[in-house]
């Protein structure tokens, strides 16, 4: 800094900073307060971005060797309406991701406070670096106007994930574990059980010094969703909150991304016992808990989960004691459901990818891309490709070109051209003249059940990007 003014270029609109000045290393001024002065501004919109299709299962996650397509939305978040507005580059640290489609990519206009979609293609595992179970894909945009300075912002894919089901889940231990597993120390399948599950039930250990979890399978609440699980203890305690009763069982939500754990506060069956100052088994001791004697009656527990909607979680359920006082049982739970969640678990297709086809007409081929006029028809004439079972045709305009945008999209009526005589080398096809856009240029790819060839080298030998609204 030089002279008394300092300006911060990278602040964000909408967010407020504080500020110091320091002259030596132990002098500082006062913290000074401040926010940025609105501008025009576009960045990506936070929380917006989306798989929207995918070349693999179609169930708009990304898995290893799909070609996904994304949706963000570009906001004018600043002062002034915007004009060319960009998508001027996509990037991913991540080993396996391939950007496919075209940037930059212009969206035209955005008034103030307006937002506008803006769409990438990726690969992911094509390349050998495969994306492992539930992976958090991390992805960098950057956008920009006429009238605004380039501003980056990131956000993350999850992908390699199923959705496998959606609606209510029950838990009732009868016939195994149900898919709960083990965290540390142990519980165990016991004969005798709540009601409407009669058979079995899960059960704590009942001894000193011990700390006993498992959890549920992964799923994602929704904004109803609910848990309801029966509970039965003896445990340490007496019939009113104390501070210094140690031993407890406590249930909570396990973010499955970030590894965070909430305390779920029941309110049937309400805790009995508040945190007291110790720091064993993963200090639930510090938490609202059970605690006291329950049994031998069930009682049931029941959990809002609407703060967790859309967050994949697991459900922990945990029990600690120290090495003094005793209860009779320990902690015991049966019956668990979980209502209007979806369930999820790791993608099932291969992560070893099938060969793309070899690309049309490329340089070195004899037989070159050529579009001739027929009467009301055009000839098209392009080099065959072994084991492509079609063919594409893509058109843009070259007024895009020319200012260095690929703007080449599925041309309607156009899809699935296929080779009359196989084996000769060409293929050869006629379209009607009405169906080719004047203005535009023309590349065709081939196909075959892994996805499309590559799109061809343009003129810097660069890859030609792929069609954002690609032939189905």
Not at 97 to 107: G, L, N, Y
Not at 197 to 209: D, E, I, K, Q
Request: with cysteine.
């Amino acid at each position: 800094m030089t002279g008394t003014t300092y300006d911060d270029t990278s602040v964000l609109n909408g967010t407020s900073y504080a500020y110091r000045i320091r002259t030596c290393p132990t002098q500082t001024s006062a913290c000074v307060a401040s926010a940025p002065v609105p501008g025009p501004s576009v960045v990506y919109q936070t929380g917006s971005a989306s798989v929207t299709a995918d070349s693999g299962d179609h169930d708009n996650v990304a898995d290893n060797c799909e070609l996904a397509t994304v949706q963000v939305n570009l906001f004018n978040d600043g002062n002034t309406p915007l004009t060319n507005v960009k998508l001027q580059s996509v990037s991913s640290t991540h080993p396996g991701v391939q950007i496919a489609s075209t940037v930059p990519q212009s969206i035209a206009s955005l008034g103030v406070g307006a937002s506008a979609p803006a769409l990438f293609k990726f690969y992911l595992g094509r390349n050998g670096n495969s994306a492992a179970c539930f992976d958090s894909i991390p992805f960098t945009v950057t956008a920009s106007s006429d009238q605004a300075p380039a501003s980056t912002r990131s956000f993350s894919i999850d992908a390699e994930k199923d959705v496998v089901a959606s609606g209510t889940f029950n838990y009732g231990f009868e016939s195994d574990f149900s898919g709960w597993t083990g965290v540390t120390g142990s519980f165990t399948r016991v004969a005798g059980g709540a009601p409407g599950s009669p058979g079995t039930s899960l059960h704590s250990r009942n001894a000193n010094s011990i700390c006993d979890a498992i959890a549920s399978p992964t799923f994602t609440p929704s904004a109803s969703s609910a848990l309801t699980m029966w509970v039965n203890f003896s445990i340490e305690g007496t019939s009113t909150a104390s501070s210094n009763i140690y031993d407890r069982a406590v249930v909570r939500a396990v973010n499955t991304v970030t590894g965070v754990k909430t305390l779920l506060v029941p309110s049937i069956t309400a805790y009995n016992t508040t945190g007291d100052s110790a720091t064993f088994c993963d200090a639930i001791d510090q938490l609202q808990g059970w605690a006291n004697n329950n049994g031998p009656a069930w009682t049931q527990a029941s959990f809002n989960l609407a703060a967790f909607a859309g967050i994949p979680i697991k459900i922990e359920v945990r029990f600690a004691t120290d090495g003094s006082v005793l209860g009779t049982e320990g902690f015991w739970f049966d019956q668990v459901q979980i209502t209007n969640a979806s369930q999820v678990t790791c993608d099932a297709q291969a992560n070893i990818c099938s060969a793309l086809p070899a690309e049309v007409s490329p340089t070195v081929s004899p037989v070159q891309f050529t579009i001739a006029p027929n009467g009301g028809s055009y000839d098209l004439r392009f080099s065959e490709v072994a084991g492509a079972t079609r063919y594409n045709l893509y058109g843009g305009s070259l007024a895009s070109l020319t200012d260095g945008i690929c703007d080449h999209a599925s041309t309607g009526g156009i899809c699935a051209i296929t080779d009359g005589v196989g084996g000769d080398g060409q293929v050869l096809a006629t379209i009607g003249s009405g169906t080719l856009p004047q203005n535009d240029y023309f590349l065709v790819t081939a196909q075959n059940a892994a996805g499309e060839s590559v799109y061809g080298q343009n003129s810097s030998g660069g890859s030609i990007p792929a069609a954002l609204a690609a032939c189905p």
